[in-house]
């Protein structure tokens, strides 16, 4: 009896070691692993300082600790930010910059466009409570730049958001207005590069606003979970949920995250003049980061790992991240990371198939 305790104790034992070595095993494999997806097309050297992913000096974006708006062009040839009211571009290729976009007063907001080598971008011009807002264009392979329209908004605080209409030479924009108490509204204005601009939609903090690429009909959601078309509340088309659009994809479908519960994505389709539910995506993970939109593809973005919600499998990882960078953007199959001393890495989506 003794002995078949002995040995039971020592099978227990080996049992115990085992599963110790096999999970230590498991933890340097999968560290590994997390290794080679972690690399980028950049010759990447993996050792850390002060919990900071550091790369060879030659390889990273490097942009100034008081650059905001960085922005990647479509064919990945440009990055850009903006910086004491200039807009500096430089090459990818060898981290140089290209030019500075600078105008007599300041520039507050620019938009790289989505299919071409063109900056849509904004000069302020603020005297007391009145901002004349001047809407210009620059084309970075001529250097070439363009003056459109201007129009005046009273209380400026920002631009916060372009989407492009289908109709050539308009445009839609996001503008937040802050009062002198504080009070925070936001104003929606179809703007026509050539011609005239108006108001679409006010009273509200719009989170999101987007346009069907193939029809002008402009979609938008507010900070209190409305979805609306053309000021209609469309949220009965997803049981009243509240919700954040956050996007569209090739075939013009419209993505709505539940932000109560952040565990489902609905798909709506504009058919035959009207907006129906088409779809309900299931989401296993509620920890959403930020979400992203372009080229047709809807991304939502965790803390380790991206989802393109567009795609034809919604659930598949297409790239995995570190809690040592946060996102950037997309452009076609590569992912822009920012490091926590501003040093932007890159990463490639896999396929979505």
Same mark, same amino acid.
């Given at each position: 009896?003794?002995?078949?305790?002995?040995?039971?104790?020592?099978?227990?034992?080996?049992?115990i070691?085992?599963?110790?070595?096999?999970?230590?095993?498991?933890?340097?494999?999968?560290?590994?692993?997390?290794?080679? %997806?972690? /690399?980028?097309?950049?010759?990447?050297?993996?050792?850390?300082?002060? /919990?900071?992913?550091?790369? *060879?000096?030659?390889?990273?974006?490097?942009?100034?600790?008081?650059?905001?708006?960085?922005?990647?062009?479509?064919?990945?040839?440009?990055?850009?930010y903006?910086e004491?009211?200039?807009?500096? +571009?430089?090459?990818?290729?060898?981290?140089? !910059?290209?030019?500075?976009?600078?105008?007599?007063?300041?520039?507050?907001?620019?938009?790289?466009?989505?299919?071409?080598n063109?900056?849509?971008?904004?000069? !302020?011009?603020?005297?007391?409570?009145?901002?004349?807002?001047?809407? *210009?264009?620059?084309? +970075?392979?001529?250097?070439?730049?363009?003056?459109?329209?201007?129009? $005046?908004?009273?209380?400026?605080?920002?631009?916060?958001?372009?989407?492009?209409?289908?109709?050539?030479?308009?445009?839609?924009?996001?503008?937040?207005?802050?009062?002198?108490?504080?009070?925070?509204?936001?104003?929606?204005?179809?703007?026509?590069?050539?011609?005239?601009m108006?108001q679409?939609?006010?009273?509200?903090?719009?989170?999101?606003?987007?346009?069907?690429?193939?029809?002008? *009909?402009?979609?938008?959601?507010? $900070?209190?979970g409305?979805?609306?078309?053309?000021?209609t509340?469309?949220?009965y088309?997803?049981?009243?949920?509240?919700?954040?659009?956050?996007? %569209?994809?090739?075939?013009?479908?419209?993505?709505?995250?539940?932000?109560?519960? %952040?565990?489902?994505?609905y798909?709506?389709?504009?058919?035959?003049?009207?907006?129906?539910l088409?779809?309900?995506?299931?989401?296993?993970?509620?920890?959403?980061?930020?979400?992203?939109?372009?080229?047709?593809?809807?991304?939502?973005?965790?803390?380790?790992?991206?989802?393109?919600?567009?795609?034809s499998?919604?659930?598949k990882?297409?790239?995995?991240?570190?809690?040592?960078?946060?996102?950037?953007?997309?452009?076609?199959?590569t992912?822009?990371?920012?490091?926590s001393?501003?040093?932007?890495?890159?990463?490639?989506?896999?396929k $979505?198939?």
């Open positions: 009896m003794k002995k078949g305790l002995k040995a039971l104790k020592v099978i227990c034992i080996c049992c070691v085992g599963t110790v070595i096999t999970f230590g095993l498991l933890k340097i494999v999968d560290n590994f692993l997390y290794k080679i %997806m972690q /690399s980028s097309y950049l010759e990447v050297e993996t050792y850390r300082t002060n /919990s900071d992913v550091v790369l *060879k000096e030659e390889d990273v974006i490097v942009v100034p600790d008081g650059a905001t708006q960085v922005q990647f062009s479509y064919n990945n040839k440009y990055y850009a903006l004491e009211g200039a807009i500096h +571009i430089s090459t990818t290729e060898d981290k140089k !910059e290209y030019v500075t976009v600078k105008e007599d007063n300041p520039i507050c907001y620019y938009y790289m466009l989505f299919d071409k063109l900056i849509l971008y904004f000069v !302020e011009d603020t005297t007391g409570s009145r901002t004349t807002l001047t809407l *210009k264009t620059y084309e +970075i392979a001529t250097q070439r730049t363009t003056e459109y329209n201007d129009f $005046n908004v009273t209380n400026f605080s920002k631009v916060k958001d372009i989407t492009m209409s289908p109709l050539v030479n308009i445009i839609y924009v996001n503008i937040e207005t802050k009062n002198a108490v504080g009070a925070v509204n936001n104003i929606i204005y179809r703007i026509d590069l050539f011609n005239s108006s679409v939609r006010s009273g509200s903090v719009f989170r999101s606003i987007r346009i069907l690429q193939y029809v002008d *009909k402009l979609y938008y959601s507010d $900070n209190a409305g979805f609306y078309n053309a000021g509340a469309l949220n088309l997803v049981g009243y949920a509240d919700v954040k659009l956050i996007g %569209m994809d090739a075939e013009d479908n419209i993505y709505l995250l539940d932000i109560d519960d %952040m565990d489902k994505v798909i709506l389709s504009r058919v035959s003049g009207n907006t129906k088409i779809d309900t995506i299931y989401l296993s993970d509620t920890d959403v980061v930020t979400t992203y939109n372009e080229y047709g593809g809807v991304y939502i973005i965790y803390p380790t790992y991206i989802l393109d919600v567009s795609g499998n919604p659930h990882r297409i790239a995995k991240l570190s809690k040592y960078v946060t996102f950037e953007a997309i452009k076609g199959d992912v822009y990371l920012r490091t001393n501003n040093k932007i890495i890159t990463t490639k989506l896999l $979505n198939d």
